[in-house]
């Protein structure tokens, strides 16, 4: 089973997977509590105070003026700086030529937004605009480097309240509760359980006395009333690199590929932790990782009517960093697939498990985020088990030092039997995409044969070295 979640921005719709895991603790240690004020009279007070502070922010095209996205912001103390989340204005820092900002308040007063910061990994992003807050959203923050200020702590169960403008109809406030931390990905984002729509992207989610717990992030297509918030302690950390008056960067694809590059060494050190688990599938032994990141399912299709049985494994990461509506990046998922022979004559058979192993080998040519796929294939023995395999690199045109890896592999040892495998590592350094595939492939092997003694894990043609963005070589 596989879980979806949906940003909050019109335009675009991002599928990951999250879960949570219920906690009482909020990101930063703090000396306040919140207490459980009655909520509507609450909510009214709120959105009366609020409301002067709330933005729409637009993305628009240059050529034509049309909207491509919109989403929600607020506005930051007696600043004119405003929170969003980096998914309402991905566009105008990946493709400035092409797009501009504009931002609306409750007033219908309008006016141009300047992008000043953004932290790709946790979907925020700080924007510049000719007027000034109201007061009212404080996120105390010291400057970079320094200890900062305690911020708000949570109680499950706590009344908290979301702001923004859902669909396009109008500003709104609505009400739910904390319920603690979700850890199925690599930064925690708060679960609040209550309504937040397409368009409330950005806006701020506070407590009964107006303390800025976390951003509206995200909402479960397959959960009712299950949304998802960015913890403060993130906006906090952004704004303290940014000042009122500073000059935005020239360029923002440097400044996220740096982000994802540091990302991806977190994530793949966390992953091998621990080496794979192996689990059996007939009579092979599969490399699996279970973890709070990664998720594992099996299936099998045993009908008697059919000529040949299949079981599977399937396990895939259940997080993604968003980058735009052509990327979602920071991800991996390993597939296990073991087709037995019924009734077929040995070439029905070969021919499926040919159709199946052709079925997951995939075209990159055309996509305009990433290289074509530069791949070497290979006939292999290692452990147990002969081995074809496919191994493909592609490079991220925008972000040097970035590449996706698909390994694919076949058994070919067996007439009656086939072990079909696959991993795909989306947005890692070179090195550490090799490393994954040399792992996952020495995991794979056969239980009843004997074992070698000096296994050979790589095949002989695989790329030896980085190719270069835009220039792969073959």
């Known amino acids: 089973m596989r879980f979806f979640y949906r940003p909050l921005t019109f335009a675009f719709t991002l599928m990951a997977s999250l879960g949570v895991a219920a906690q009482t603790d909020t990101p930063n240690t703090a000396t306040n509590t919140t207490p459980n004020t009655a909520p509507s009279s609450a909510a009214q007070q709120l959105y009366a105070s609020a409301q002067q502070d709330l933005l729409q922010l637009r993305v628009l095209l240059k050529n034509g003026n049309s909207q491509s996205s919109v989403g929600s912001g607020f506005l930051i103390g007696n600043s004119n700086l405003v929170v969003t989340n980096f998914h309402v204005v991905s566009q105008i820092a990946l493709e400035p030529e092409t797009y501009f900002g504009e931002y609306k308040d409750t007033s219908g007063k309008s006016g141009s937004i300047e992008l000043l910061a953004v932290d790709v990994l946790h979907d925020l992003a700080i924007v510049r605009i000719a007027r000034n807050g109201s007061g009212f959203f404080k996120v105390p923050h010291a400057s970079a480097n320094t200890e900062q200020p305690a911020l708000v702590k949570l109680h499950q169960g706590q009344h908290l309240y979301s702001l923004g403008n859902p669909l396009d109809l109008g500003f709104t406030i609505s009400e739910g509760t904390y319920n603690g931390i979700s850890t199925r990905g690599f930064s925690d984002q708060l679960m609040f359980t209550g309504a937040v729509n397409s368009g409330m992207s950005g806006g701020p989610n506070v407590t009964a006395d107006g303390q800025v717990a976390g951003v509206n992030v995200a909402h479960r297509r397959d959960g009712e009333l ?160 002969s081995l074809r395999a496919l191994v493909c690199a592609e490079a991220y045109h925008k972000f040097n030092g970035l590449y996706d890896f698909t390994l694919i592999t076949a058994s070919t040892d067996d007439s009656q039997t086939s072990l079909q495998s696959m991993i795909n590592i989306q947005g890692v350094a070179y090195d550490n995409g090799m490393k994954l595939i040399s792992l996952f492939l020495q995991g794979i092997d056969r239980a009843e044969a004997d074992k070698t003694d000096e296994p050979t894990i790589t095949p002989a043609s695989t790329p030896t070295s980085a190719p270069a963005n835009g220039e792969v070589a073959p």
Request: with cysteine; glycine share 2%.
């Open 226 to 385: 299950v949304s998802f918030l960015v913890p403060v302690r993130y906006v906090q950390a952004l704004l303290s690199r940014v000042t009122s008056d500073m000059a935005p960067p020239e360029d923002f694809k440097p400044i996220i590929g740096e982000q994802l590059l540091e990302h991806q060494t977190v994530m793949v050190d966390k992953l091998l932790e621990e080496p794979f688990s192996i689990k059996s599938l007939g009579p092979y032994r599969v490399p699996v990782r279970e973890s709070d990141q990664v998720r594992c399912w099996g299936n099998t299709d045993s009908s008697a009517k059919k000529a040949y049985t299949i079981a599977s494994i399937n396990c895939s990461m259940e997080s993604a960093i968003y980058v735009s509506n052509e990327m979602q990046t920071s991800h991996i998922s390993m597939h296990h697939k073991y087709a037995h022979n019924k009734k077929l004559n040995v070439m029905q058979f070969s021919q499926l498990a040919t159709n199946m192993f052709d079925g997951q080998v995939y075209s990159t040519a055309k996509s305009e985020t990433i290289t074509p796929a530069s791949c070497t294939e290979d006939f292999i023995r290692h452990n147990n088990i």
